[in-house]
Nanobody, 129 residues
Framework: QVQLVESGGGAAQAGGSLTLSCAASGDTRNSFMGWFRQAPEKEREGVAA???????NYADSVKGRFTISRDKAKNTLTLQMNSLQPEDTAMYYC????????????????????????WGQGTQVTVSS
């Protein structure tokens, strides 16, 4: 069983930065981990994901602005968000898949919420213009 707790959300001005952190309990070494967001009246969307081999994936809307990283020793996941825009306003969720031990990573869709089994409670990010 994996539990995820996000922190670091808050308010920022357009062009500013925020860093989100996710503390995981349980074994996530062989799991994909990702950040998703959901704005009011919109569907949840994948923002960034990191594969067990540390390959990263980003939504086009955040490429070049957001950076995902993980510390396997501390079992933490981080999302550095720069050049924030009002359209980045949303609830941000940390997520982890079940372990992938035999499935080729290429078979997994890293930014698809359906791939993820464990979810945090979310942290709000609000960007004002």
């Amino acid at each position: 069983q994996v539990q995820l707790v996000e922190s670091g959300g808050g308010a920022a001005q357009a062009g500013g930065s925020l860093t989100l952190s996710c503390a995981a309990s349980g074994d996530t070494r062989n799991s994909f981990m990702g950040w998703f967001r959901q704005a009011p009246e919109k569907e949840r969307e994948g923002v960034a994901a990191i594969v067990p081999d540390d390959t990263t994936n980003y939504a086009d809307s955040v490429k070049g602005r957001f950076t995902i990283s993980r510390d396997k020793a501390k079992n933490t996941l981080t999302l550095q968000m720069n050049s924030l825009q009002p359209e980045d306003t949303a609830m941000y969720y940390c997520a982890a898949t079940a372990p992938f031990l035999h499935t080729p990573f290429s078979w997994v869709r890293p930014l698809s919420s359906g791939e993820y089994k464990y979810w945090g409670q979310g942290t709000q990010v609000t960007v004002s213009s």
